[in-house]
């Protein structure tokens, strides 16, 4: 499987600032995606990063607050923005097999974000 | 009713305990099926795939039953590495992931 890494690992930010997370793949994915976990609960998708075009959303999730880019098929990033207490969770950028968003998928470690 | 609903434990299993999980889920049209294995302050990881014929992999099995819509885990002869949290992902348009059951295993 893909080698994810995924920079910073953890931050600790002030409220209305806004943060960038990086994941960087060791090879050519076609489908990356975004994930929320917070504290005690299970994963959330936030979008499916898409090359060349703008992210797709799930619901409850928007651009304005989540902007992501994907410039090439090894490299992504999330940025988190206006960050309030609310949005301190894990984010995990994943990859995905195959061509399919239903097909098994390998997560990166992490980014442990803690907002004050 | 949520898309993918797991007992969340805790288990607590004596070493060399067999351990059973199971996960049921909603959408009758999904496509696969995972186990991840999450250990505490780390990310998730492929367990194993879920096929309706069943599949083994070492102490591991799993099933899948479409037409009652659950899938189980069978963990045989418990390590104590083996103390995780364990995640039931079912995919159709995208993965969606259960809360997750906490195994602890007893020395």
């Known amino acids: 499987s893909a080698v994810i890494s995924q920079k910073p690992s953890r931050d600790i930010c002030q409220r209305g600032t806004s943060l960038t997370i990086q994941c960087q793949v060791d090879?050519?994915?076609?489908?990356m995606f975004w994930y929320r976990q917070q504290p005690g609960q299970s994963l959330t998708l936030i979008a499916t990063?898409?090359?060349?075009?703008?992210?797709?959303?799930e619901s409850g999730f928007v651009i304005d607050k989540f902007p992501i880019s994907r410039p090439n098929l090894t490299f992504s990033t999330l940025t988190v923005s206006n960050m309030s207490p609310e949005d301190s969770s894990i984010y995990l950028c994943?990859?995905?097999?195959?061509?399919?968003?239903?097909?098994?998928?390998?997560f990166g470690p992490g980014t442990r974000l803690t907002v004050l | 009713r949520k898309e993918v609903e797991q007992d969340p434990g805790p288990f607590n299993v004596p070493e060399g305990a067999t351990v059973a999980f199971n996960c049921t889920y909603s959408?009758?049209?999904?496509?696969?099926f995972f186990w991840y294995r999450q250990d505490c302050r780390k990310e998730p990881k492929l367990l194993m795939s879920?096929?309706?014929s069943g599949n083994e992999d070492g102490r591991f099995t799993a099933q899948l039953n479409r037409a009652s819509q659950y899938i189980s885990l069978l963990i045989r002869d418990s390590k104590l590495s083996d103390s995780a949290t364990y995640l039931c992902?079912?995919?159709?348009?995208?993965?969606?992931f259960g809360t997750g059951t906490r195994l602890t295993i007893i020395p």
């Open positions: 959408n009758s049209a999904s496509q696969s």
């Open positions: 879920v096929y309706s």
């Open positions: 992902v079912v995919g159709n348009e995208k993965l969606t």
């Open positions: 994943s990859v995905g097999t195959g061509e399919s968003s239903y097909n098994e998928q390998f």
């Open positions: 990063a898409n090359q060349g075009s703008e992210a797709t959303y």
């Open positions: 090879s050519q994915v076609t489908m």
